[in-house]
């Protein structure tokens, strides 16, 4: 082990301290609390005290510096020694320890940004290593600084497919300032782990991955400062075999103490063991301070470098709008940043490569790790994130996506070819639920643009947008139908069309949007007038325009799109006016599991084309009248 310099007998010691406290305070948060994680605590005390108290660099009053090493606790259920390191490291009162999971402290049952000293929100597991790597590759490939990222998983964890699509993704791109630590303290939830104590077995997965991978006893000090000592030309794991519950008899190594708090009878008990095996020190342990070489970053009000530049009824897909306006936007700021799941081609992120080629990251076909690499590049406001895929497939990284919004990220997810109208490839490429599972998350914006001005718009504001914002792209041309000039907000819908004497107000977008376009000029020659609505967002969705439309169309409202019934447009558009008497609203949306055909072909079979937009239009009106 080269460069290593064994700490002196009195600084073991004081780690050792520091780990016997840190079990004191876990036992005694979660005993007060009525619940949490004392055991899981316990296993990991020993690697909690030399990580931050002789590992780590960083500044103990400023949690999130951008020069500090990172750290995420992957075992997010283990909150409670997070929250005792730093109360040691004096950032937190340790009385503050004792009002763990009440309503009024910070404290959560599992680490959130609410904290200072937490970057992503933890606790659905398996997805702490992907963040961890997203900021590894910000601190190599965009900050080229000296900060590392440490992440401590618990073996349970290791069962989730992302934690080795992490392991792929940090081998691939060499992040060598990347350390994961093991937890193998054998017990699951409500069982043994699969491979239980084998950490031999371990370390070959790890090393199969391309990882440096060390073996050690994890309640050893010195085995531990030996292993993460170690500067390797790879990412290293340190796979530590620890008990569950360490240094508590009843519970040491046992099951059915999975997320139990001690009874504060035997909790005092042990404490007060706990507390004769710390040995009187005057030493005490501060962290080193951090390279000071993180550059300075403002991500703050980026404006694309110029209008856009297309011509009315010039044809172009959204889809294509979208790479056309992120390669802009990379000129307007050099800290946004683009990745995408091997599908660059067709949601045609590859012109950002192309222009910005060390400001996109290959994340391949891993859609949940890409969610989580885009969620750990924007910690600490690093960079603006954009992540594409093909929007069907962002649903296999839902969980990602509403643990980013718990993190408080501030990531960009665009999704192509969304709905039917994608054609030949058929039900498994199209996205249908896609606005149900955006519309869902408490911090997202919908965007759904109609044409390539107002998806240059939509990138713009997405960029300056906290929160999680979609873009909603579509795969057909469609013409373009505003000018260069225009200007969009959230929130603000635009008509596209209207005369005083429409008779119906008719919301699509995308490419309904076009098709109701051509059903109101159709209309027309037979003296019927529709006013066009294009909602631009989704979430949050223009109810006054909707609802002023609706009134000077005599209550008549029919929305059409490119997605399953239930979640999308529609109901978007009916929850907006529920509370409003006289409004009808007649939904036209996909109804049941689609085929490979062509666009045009499934748009007629679904009803959602021109002629059925005609068709209902006329049913609406006549409904009305029949009624009066």
Not at 194 to 208: G, I, N, T, W
Not at 379 to 386: G, K, L, N, P
Not at 524 to 538: A, H, L, Q, Y
């Amino acid at each position: 082990m080269e460069h290593y310099h064994k700490p002196d007998q009195q600084t073991l010691q004081t780690l050792k301290d520091i780990a016997t406290r840190l079990r004191i305070n876990s036992i005694k948060a979660t005993t007060a609390a009525g619940s949490g994680h004392p055991t899981s605590c316990c296993s990991m005390a020993e690697i909690m005290s030399v990580v931050f108290f002789h590992t780590m660099k960083y500044k103990t009053l400023e949690p999130r510096h951008p020069c500090n090493d990172r750290f995420v606790l992957s075992k997010g259920h283990a909150a409670p020694i997070l929250y005792a390191v730093w109360a040691e490291a004096g950032f937190l009162k340790e009385s503050e320890l004792l009002n763990l999971r009440k309503l009024d402290s910070i404290l959560e049952g599992h680490p959130v940004p609410r904290q200072q000293f937490v970057d992503v929100a933890t606790g659905s597991l398996g997805q702490g290593l992907g963040a961890a790597c997203g900021m590894a590759y910000t601190g190599k490939y965009f900050d080229k600084a000296s900060y590392r990222v440490y992440c401590l998983l618990g073996d349970g964890e290791l069962s989730e497919g992302s934690v080795w699509e992490a392991m792929a993704f940090a081998s691939h791109y060499n992040l060598d300032n990347l350390v994961a630590i093991f937890d193998i303290n054998r017990l699951g939830q409500s069982d043994p782990t699969p491979l239980q104590h084998q950490v031999d077995k371990y370390q070959k997965r790890c090393e199969a991955f391309g990882w440096n991978a060390i073996v050690v006893d994890g309640h050893s000090i010195e085995e531990l400062c030996k292993a993460l000592s170690q500067a390797k030309q790879q990412p290293t794991v340190i796979i530590a075999k620890t008990f569950k519950g360490k240094g508590i008899p009843d519970a040491e190594d046992k099951l059915s103490w999975h997320g139990k708090p001690l009874p504060k009878e035997m909790a005092d008990r042990i404490t007060k063991d706990f507390e004769k095996q710390i040995h009187s020190s005057n030493k005490k342990l501060c962290p080193l301070a951090p390279e000071e070489d993180a550059p300075a970053v403002n991500i703050k009000n980026i404006k694309m470098p110029s209008a856009p530049d297309y011509k009315l009824g010039e044809k172009v897909a959204t889809r294509k709008a979208y790479g056309i306006a992120l390669k802009k936007l990379g000129h307007a700021n050099n800290r946004v940043v683009a990745m995408d799941g091997d599908t660059k081609n067709s949601t045609f992120s590859e012109m950002f490569k192309k222009e910005h080629p060390n400001r996109f990251v290959e994340c391949y076909i891993a859609e949940q790790n890409m969610v989580s690499i885009a969620v750990g590049c924007a910690t600490r406001d690093r960079t603006v994130a954009f992540a594409s895929t093909f929007a069907a497939f962002f649903t296999r990284a839902y969980d990602q996506i509403r643990m980013a919004a718990i993190s408080e990220s501030n990531i960009n997810l665009v999704g192509s070819h969304c709905g039917i109208s994608i054609g030949e490839d058929g039900p498994s490429q199209m996205a249908l639920e896609d606005l149900a599972i955006f519309r869902a998350i408490p911090t997202a914006t919908v965007f759904y643009p109609s044409d390539g001005v107002s998806t240059e718009k939509a990138v713009e504001l997405a960029a300056n947008t906290k929160g999680i914002c979609f873009i909603r792209t579509s795969r057909p041309d469609n013409a373009i139908i505003y000018k260069n000039s225009e200007e969009f907000q959230i929130g603000h819908a635009k008509v596209v069309q209207q005369s005083k004497n429409d008779q119906v107000t008719v919301i699509g977008a995308g490419v309904t949007l076009h098709e109701a376009k051509a059903a109101a000029e159709q209309l027309k020659t037979e003296n019927i007038f529709i006013r066009v609505i294009d909602p631009f967002t989704i979430k949050p969705l223009d109810a006054d325009k909707i609802m002023e439309s609706a009134k000077a169309t005599k209550g008549r409202i029919i929305t059409v799109e490119d997605h399953y019934y239930e979640g999308g447009l529609g109901e978007a558009v009916l929850s907006a006016v529920a509370k409003e008497s006289g409004i009808t609203v007649h939904p036209m949306a996909v109804s049941g599991v689609p085929r490979s055909g062509k666009p045009a072909e499934l748009l007629k079979m679904f009803q959602i084309d021109k002629d059925a937009i005609m068709k209902k239009v006329k049913e609406v009106i006549s409904i009305t009248e029949n009624a009066i």
